[in-house]
């Protein structure tokens, strides 16, 4: 099985940047995605990481480091809007497996 | 990409009833799932529905409660039965597309369900 663990909430300032963490176990791998959820609405597909390394789109980047069974979500120049939930998910080695998602970490951006 | 709408976007059952939750994906997918999610958790996969299979259950969910139909690549139904103030939640639809290298999982914006 799978399981992966991050942050439950995390508060930053507008503008700043802030880094949202996951570690997962899982028994096989095929990538780390990274989903946003505002209240009330789907989650929507943020980046995703097969390979070590850092992935950016725009104020976004993710990480992931295989080795380590670990990964992270940068976010930048934060905005009001960026207040959500952030969700990692995986797929095991299977890659026709849905993914598996991590509880979340609610991102609160303040003034 | 994959856009994937649901019908109904929420409703209010009395327990004992039952709901049947429809997805439509605009274009053909081979895979689709069914998730749970309670307001402020994370999500919890119900299903995976495959076109001209039976779908496969995750471990604490059953065929008898959740009766899903995978009738062509662009439609799923799921049903939850005999309805308890438990079964309360949103219930999120999904499949993947292709994004070159990448593979992305889209998903519906949900049934809101409300068991009295």
């Known amino acids: 099985g799978q399981s992966l663990e991050q942050p439950s909430e995390v508060t930053a300032v507008e503008g700043a940047i802030v880094q949202i963490n996951c570690t997962y176990q899982t028994s096989g791998f095929y990538g780390l995605s990274w989903y946003q959820q505002h209240d009330g609405g789907a989650p929507t597909f943020l980046s995703y990481?097969?390979?070590?390394g850092l992935e950016e789109t725009g104020r976004f980047s993710s990480f992931l480091s295989r080795s380590d069974s670990y990964g992270y979500l940068l976010l930048q120049e934060l905005q009001m809007k960026d207040s959500a939930s952030y969700f990692c998910a995986v797929r095991d080695w299977k890659g026709n497996t849905p993914l598996v998602f991590g509880k979340g970490t609610r991102l609160s951006v303040i003034a | 990409s994959a856009v994937i709408s649901q019908k109904p976007s929420r409703d209010i059952c009395q327990r004992g009833t039952s709901l049947t939750i429809q997805c439509q994906v605009d274009?053909?997918?081979?895979?689709m799932f069914w998730y749970r999610q309670q307001p402020g958790q994370s999500l919890t996969l119900i299903a995976t529905a495959n076109q001209g299979s039976e779908a496969t259950y995750e471990s604490g969910f059953v065929i008898d409660k959740f009766p899903i139909s995978r009738p062509n690549l662009t439609f799923s139904t799921l049903t939850v039965s005999n309805l308890s103030p438990e079964d309360s939640s949103i219930y999120l639809c999904s499949a993947w597309g292709d994004r070159g290298h990448q593979e992305t999982q889209y998903f519906g914006p949900g049934t809101r369900l409300l068991v009295l």
């Open positions: 274009s053909q997918v081979t895979m």
């Open positions: 990481n097969a390979l070590d």
